[in-house]
Nanobody
């Protein structure tokens, strides 16, 4: 089994910063693309940022220039540095990754894994 656990959410004033972390644990052979999604109250979930296994990044237009996604494969961890936060950034942020695991009989298996989410509130 593989788990993704997010941390770093909380309450921050407009213009402030937060750094989210997503740690993968379990029987991990390798991790492919990793992403941050968010879902605001009453809205659909949206892709915030993606980082490939090679480090290529992509961002939603609404966060370009303010958010930075990164990863540390040695620690099986992905980060989202969020600066110049706005009230409209308020949402539950969840991480998602494609993970290759080694089964009990030694075979490789690809999984799509979601974290449980961490709440970010931007308010004065």
């Amino acid at each position: 089994q593989v788990q993704l656990v997010e941390s770093g959410g909380g309450l921050v004033q407009p213009g402030g910063s937060l750094r989210l972390s997503c740690v993968a644990s379990g029987s991990i052979f390798s991790i492919g693309d990793m992403s941050w999604y968010r879902q605001a109250p009453g809205k659909e979930r949206e892709l915030v940022a993606l980082i490939s296994s090679r480090g290529n990044t992509n961002y939603a237009d609404s966060v370009k220039g303010r958010f930075t996604i990164s990863r540390d494969d040695a620690k099986n961890t992905m980060y989202l540095q969020m600066n110049s936060l706005k009230p409209e950034d308020t949402a539950v942020y969840s991480c998602y990754a494609t993970v290759v695991t080694r089964t009990a009989v030694g075979l490789l298996s690809s999984l799509e894994v979601w974290g449980q989410g961490t709440l970010v509130i931007v308010s004065s």
